[in-house]
C-alpha cells in the first residue's frame, strides 16, 4: 500500500496524498475530516479518494497528526 | 496453429467451407446461396483424387454442410450439436430418396471429440444410409489452413485482433478470467510476484523482440498497429486506487504466466505462438468470457510490452 509499484499513479499514492495533508494542516492546524478530503479532492482527483483513509493512518502512525473526537478536526501535531 | 474461426460469421464460415473444398474436392465445388439450402451449403460432382484417402477417393454427388458456432470452447460433444445432426438428418433422407447425394460432408468449428463424435457420425450413415458421410471439426479445418495459407490470407484469419471498445468492466473480468483459469499461486513464489511488482525496468522493444524471437511483422501489424491503443486503458485502470484488489490479482497473473512461459518457452518457436497458446487455456476454460475474448490477446500483448512477461536480460 505504502511502497509503489509498477502501476501505482504517484498522484494518487499513500506518500503523495500524505504530503498533500502535511501542507494543509501546516497551513491551517485543525482542519475537519470533511474539509480535508474536499481539498484533497480538489486538488488531486476524485481517484485520491480511495487513499485518503490510508494517508491519515499513515500520518497517525508516525505521529504527525492527532484527532479530536469533540470537534471531529484534525489536529497537526508537529 | 489454430486460427479463430469463432470470430467469422454464420456465411463467411460456409464461404471458407467451400473454399476449403475448392481444394481437397476440385475446382468444380458450388456454393448455395444464403437461404432455405435443404441441408445444402455447397455440392461437388466428380470423384476426386485424395478424399478421404488416395487408395479408395470418394466419388458422386458430393453434399456440403457447414454448421458455424461462435463459441470457442464449443464440441461435437455439446447437446447443441447434437440437436443439430438431428436436425439434419431428415434433409440428407430427403437427398438420398431424390438420388441426389452419395457423398456428406459436415464441417464445423466445434472441436471433434473421439467418442461423441464418431457416434454422431454413425448415427447419419444409419439412419439416412448414406455410407460415404464424415464429420469434419475444427482440428482437420485448421490443418487444412495450415496447408493452404493462401485461404487464410484470404480469409484474413492470421489477423488476431478485431478493434472493440474496450470497458473497464471487460477488463476487470479478464483479469479474473484468468486468475481463474491459472493455478492457485504457491507460497514460495509470493517472492517472485513481489519482484515483478517492483521491477521498474524495461528494454527497447526492438531488443526484447529480438530476445523473445517474436516477429517484426506481428509485432508491428498486430501490437503496435491494434492493440496498444488500448493499452492506456489497461494502464488506467491498474493504477486507480479502487483495483488495488484486482492489481493483486493482475500481478499474481503475471507471475504465474511468467513462469509457465520460461518453463515451456522450448515448445514454441515464435514467441505470437505463445500468446496463442495461453490464449487457448484462458478462453477455452472460461464461460464469463463470452464477446469479451478478443481483449485476452490485448491483454497478453500489454504484458509483453510492459514487460511483465517476456525475457529482458
Known sequence: MIRPDRHTNPDFSVINISAFILKQLNAFYAVSYDSLLKRVIDTLGEESKENYPYALNFLFLLGKLNYQQETEDRKSVV | ?313
Open chain 2, 1 to 313: 496453429m489454430d486460427y479463430r474461426l469463432e470470430l467469422l460469421d454464420d456465411s463467411t464460415f460456409e464461404d471458407l467451407v467451400n473454399t476449403i473444398c475448392q481444394k481437397i474436392l476440385g475446382a468444380g465445388v458450388i456454393s448455395f446461396s444464403p437461404g432455405k439450402d435443404g441441408g445444402r451449403d455447397g455440392k461437388f460432382s466428380g470423384t476426386v483424387h485424395n478424399f478421404p484417402n488416395n487408395t479408395i477417393p470418394w466419388s458422386g454427388k458430393f453434399i456440403i454442410q457447414a454448421k458455424w458456432t461462435g463459441e470457442s470452447s464449443a464440441s461435437c460433444s455439446d447437446h447443441d450439436f447434437e440437436k443439430i445432426v438431428n436436425q439434419e438428418i431428415p434433409k440428407i433422407k430427403k437427398l438420398k430418396d431424390a438420388g441426389d447425394i452419395d457423398c456428406y460432408l459436415l464441417f464445423t468449428n466445434r472441436k471433434y471429440t473421439g467418442v461423441k463424435g464418431e457416434q454422431l457420425l454413425k448415427k447419419i450413415v444409419a439412419e439416412t444410409g448414406v455410407e460415404n458421410s464424415v464429420i469434419i471439426g475444427k482440428e482437420t479445418i485448421n490443418n487444412n489452413l495450415n496447408q493452404h495459407k493462401e485461404i487464410v490470407r484470404l480469409f484474413r484469419l492470421d489477423l488476431h485482433h478485431i478493434p472493440f471498445d474496450f470497458s473497464d468492466e471487460e477488463i476487470k473480468n479478464i483479469i479474473l478470467a484468468f486468475k481463474q483459469q491459472i493455478p492457485s499461486i504457491e507460497s514460495d513464489i509470493k517472492a517472485e510476484v513481489d519482484r515483478i511488482k517492483h521491477d521498474f525496468s524495461f528494454i527497447d522493444k526492438k531488443e526484447k523482440n529480438k530476445k523473445n524471437r517474436l516477429g517484426e511483422d506481428y509485432f508491428q501489424n498486430e501490437i503496435a498497429a491494434k492493440t496498444l491503443m488500448d493499452f492506456e486503458k489497461i494502464e488506467r485502470f491498474l493504477e486507480s486506487p479502487q483495483n488495488e484488489e484486482i492489481k493483486d490479482y493482475y500481478y499474481d497473473v503475471v507471475s504465474e504466466l511468467s513462469n509457465q512461459i520460461t518453463i515451456k518457452r522450448d515448445n514454441f518457436d515464435a514467441f505470437e505462438e505463445i500468446f496463442l497458446f495461453i490464449y487457448k487455456m484462458i478462453c477455452d476454460g472460461s464461460k464469463e468470457l463470452k464477446g469479451t475474448k478478443r481483449h485476452v490477446t490485448t491483454f497478453l500483448h500489454y504484458m509483453y510490452y510492459n514487460c511483465e512477461i517476456g525475457l529482458k536480460e
